[in-house]
């Protein structure tokens, strides 16, 4: 198909989350008897996909080709497929959908990421006035500017949106968006290839006005690739030009990335976003539904706030879900109707505890869960503990502080399990596979 670039490049626009980037960049896109089929690696990936974002893959698809083609999900074994089969429809149907994130522009930044669609409350206010503050007044003024959050709580968004406003208030500006990975391969690939030179010049003073880097959490152990940074940082900041990060946490905790680098992180203004409030969720339930023309009744409104509590983006998907299905199924929103599509994902998230996990891991690793919590730094206690910790961050509302207190381990402790499970689930095959095999064995048993 000669869209399949176009159509990734849309897709991975929608879905900033870099596990879920992993998954988009492995599909296979092809076209047959006239349907479009998303091949997955392995079912795992199928099935996660096809779950959580098969409605913006879909939109994607019929976007960049402009036909509402039905599009199938498989499971890619050597050169034959398992599709999944497809539900019969008449013809297409037409309904209205959240809007989704425009691809990307040659800056790399997501058009839809904007301050007018990012909503402000206590917990980003102040990240809210700095961000705007670079794109208002002096552009060096905050600098190095570094933004901290948990997953989900819109650190990526406002990043977006400073670029985003820059490039319409001052025609011409330079702006380069990457990812910590990104920045890594494409480092990698430099040094392997000899051209290490047109790397160099994409990252320098005279081609730049304003850098963003997202996920730095992600540099860890990288020390060649942490000492081109460092360069790179130092020749933007000492020329004025804006530079603008983000991570999983603050430069302070992150260990494993070099002292002066951090050094580097931490030298301008380091800000941390918060989980939203009450006032805030309702804020955002309102601001999302509205967008999508439906105006939401008060009690369901309350009811998404006190169901939805720790992420922006699942609040954002609980109230796409009722939208969508709203005008799918033609039946007006109401309360009942929330809890009715809501019922199953909260049922489940009372079902899966910090315990529940604890004694599911224990039970398939054939140890105590009283030894996994122990003080054991033993290889065979370490690893379940470490994919348990996972688990726990994957399946819960929990934060990360109440996590640590059931494995009796500190914050930073937490942090580097749940690094290093992310990483060897990347890099080794072997893991990969039992992790998949245990998220899969975990769902069916709390289906």
Sequence with gaps: MDHVETIKESILATIPGASERVLIEQLDITEENGAVVISCPNAFSQKYLSRQYKDHIVSC??????????????????KKTREEKPKTETSPVQMTLPS???????????????FEEFVVGRCNAFAYEAAMAVTQEDISRYNPLYFYSDVGLGKSHIAHAIGNRLVASQPGVSVRYTTARDFSQDFV????????????????????????????????????TQMELCHVLDDLISAGKQVVLSGFRPPSSMSQIDKGLRSRFSSGLVIDLKRPDRQTRDKIIRHKAQKNGIILPDEVVDFISDSVLNSIRELESAVMTITAMSS??????????ARELLEGTLEKQQ??????IQNFVAKNFCI????????????????????????CRRYTREPLQTIGNAFSRKHSSIIHSLETIETMYKQNLKVKRELDFLIEKLEAETA
């Design 61 to 78: 698809v019929r976007r960049a080709l402009q036909n509402p083609v039905e599009v199938h999900f498989c499971v890619r074994t050597g």
């Design 100 to 114: 989704l994130s425009s691809p990307p522009t040659a800056s790399g930044l997501n058009g839809n990421f904007t």
């Design 189 to 224: 690939h430099s040094v392997r290839n000899n051209c290490h030179e047109s790397f160099k010049k994409t990252y320098q003073p005279s081609s730049l006005d304003i850098f963003f880097i997202d996920d730095v959490h992600l540099f860890k152990n990288k020390e060649k």
């Design 328 to 337: 799918l199924m033609k039946r007006q929103v109401t309360l009942d109707l």
């Design 351 to 356: 079902r899966i505890t910090i315990e529940f």
């Design 368 to 391: 105590h869960k009283d030894t996994m919590i122990s003080p054991s730094r033993k290889k065979e206690i370490v690893y379940p503990r470490q994919v348990a910790i996972f688990l």
